[in-house]
């Protein structure tokens, strides 16, 4: 399984943007993790398998939306009233266990793919 983000980029305050992660094989829940130079790698938003169940971390509860059309093998990170805390490479992340909710965990996620950053000026 690989997978591929785009859609990063450079976004003034309050701005949007729009992740895409392209999936090649079979997988189940799907997620965006984020890392900041100097942090720590933290959970952004998890998926379910069907697309019903999702999980949001409280710093973009109510800002970000996840996605995913299984028919295209594309998962999707909607980020609208951007903050400059919101600045990171974004990764997306792909389980072959599914749970309902998704889960928080980076170990428990299976395949991983290359970042894109996200940079968001104030």
């Known amino acids: 399984v690989q997978l591929q983000a785009s859609g990063g980029g450079l976004v003034q305050a309050g701005g949007s943007l729009r992740l895409s992660c392209a999936v090649s094989?079979?997988?189940?829940?799907m997620a965006w993790f984020r890392q900041a130079p100097g942090k720590e790698r933290e959970f952004v938003a998890g998926i379910t398998w069907n697309g019903y169940g999702t999980t949001y971390s409280d710093s973009v509860k109510g800002r970000f939306t996840i996605s995913r059309d299984n028919a295209k093998n594309t998962q999707y990170l909607q980020m609208n009233s951007l903050k400059p805390e919101d600045t990171a490479v974004y990764c997306c992340?792909?389980?072959?266990?599914?749970?309902?909710?998704?889960?928080?965990?980076?170990?428990?996620?299976?395949?991983w793919g290359p970042g894109t950053q996200v940079t968001v000026s104030s």
């Open positions: 094989g079979r997988t189940m829940n």
């Open positions: 992340a792909a389980s072959r266990v599914a749970t309902v909710p998704p889960r928080q965990e980076p170990s428990l996620y299976d395949y």
